[in-house]
């Protein structure tokens, strides 16, 4: 009895399915949701309202605003160069926005902070999460909250202080600036950033590149950076309104298609090429006689016409006869004869 009751529960440690649901207890869907990633190779659906980002930022500026801005695309290139895996939160287009607003820095040396944040490799998020101070905790809910919540998080930090730091580097390298961080913090980052935040971002960067910044300033790179912030507009405005096709918003005239261009569209409609001929759609619709045998090649069977159809001549094709279910005499009744023509 004891052995029995011994096995029993020895059963119940190790049972997988209550692994199962202890597993599934375990589970964060909402952590899951904020941190996965999926491959670039793999199509994935698109965005929904609640984490747009270019919904979010329409939120906040007015469309018309936010779009009609020479500086609307730069912001959204920049947003998608951020390192996704370098915060949970979601960088906002408006607020990098409003730091260029507040830079007023030529396009080119935003450029130059594109090249720098499209140059960082994956070290540069775990470097990042590991050495950044965390956001300080405010003093008056300091004796409310439970000591372990007192720690503030590396989440709590605006992933756009990324942003904030690249742009810093492109001015320092192109311009020698000697503004301290704290000029920077105020004047482009409006103190939503610490200075121990911004001096250690700037540092993971350049330790990330090396200290490199000589090869990005490079007129193909700066050129290709120029474009694609214009690209990222574009296709930000598409995806605001999905029914309009990016071509149409860029030019409308010149998506409309020539009178050459109709009519070739109609005559493709109207035939379908096959092989070396030309097929109506009427005549796909009618069938077609079958082959008759002096149609089939004999091509490829060692032959010509003449000796094939010699060799078939004296041929008949016979024909499986059934016989009648009704018997002709007693003596044949339940069997069965098949007449003998093969």
Not at 78 to 85: R, T
Not at 89 to 94: D, E, R
Not at 95 to 122: K, Q
Request: charged share 20%; hydrophobic share 35%; net charge negative.
């Amino acid at each position: 009895m004891f052995s029995l009751s011994k096995m029993s529960v020895a059963t119940q440690k190790h049972d997988p399915y209550l692994d199962d649901e202890s597993d599934v207890d375990d589970f964060d869907e909402e952590y899951f949701n904020r941190t996965y990633r999926p491959l670039s190779n793999l199509p994935t659906p698109p965005p929904s309202q609640r984490d747009c980002s270019v919904s979010s930022a329409v939120s906040l500026l007015g469309q018309d605003e936010l779009f009609d801005s020479a500086l609307f695309g730069p912001a959204v290139h920049l947003v998608n160069l951020i390192p996704p895996a370098a915060s949970l939160i979601t960088p906002s287009i408006s607020t990098v926005h409003e730091i260029l607003e507040r830079a007023n820095l030529p396009l080119e040396t935003v450029a130059l902070a594109v090249c720098v944040l499209d140059s960082l490799n994956s070290k540069f998020s775990h470097s990042w999460r590991l050495t950044c101070p965390p956001a300080p905790v405010d003093s008056a809910r300091r004796h409310t909250l439970p000591a372990q919540l007192v720690r503030s998080h590396i989440d709590s930090v605006r992933p756009e202080v990324i942003v904030l730091a690249a742009l810093m580097i492109a001015v320092k390298f192109l311009e020698d600036a000697e503004e301290n961080t704290q000029s920077y913090a105020l004047r482009w980052g409006n103190d939503i950033w610490t200075c121990a935040q911004i001096n250690k971002t700037e540092q993971c960067i350049m330790d990330n590149l090396g200290y490199h910044i000589m090869p990005l300033w490079n007129r193909e790179l700066i050129d290709d950076a120029l474009k694609d912030m214009q690209r990222a507009g574009w296709q930000a405005v598409a995806e605001s309104s999905p029914n309009t096709p990016i071509s149409e918003k860029q030019d409308p005239v010149a998506s409309q298609p020539t009178r050459q261009q109709q009519q070739q569209h109609r005559r493709a409609m109207s035939t379908y090429p096959i092989g070396s001929k030309v097929v109506t759609f009427q005549q796909l619709l009618t069938p077609s006689e079958s082959p008759k045998a002096e149609n089939v090649s004999t091509r490829g069977l060692g032959t010509d016409r003449e000796a094939l159809q010699a060799a078939f001549a004296g041929y008949t094709l016979k024909s499986l006869h059934l016989p009648s279910r009704t018997p002709d005499s007693e003596e044949d009744e339940g069997e069965l004869h098949v007449a003998p023509h093969l």
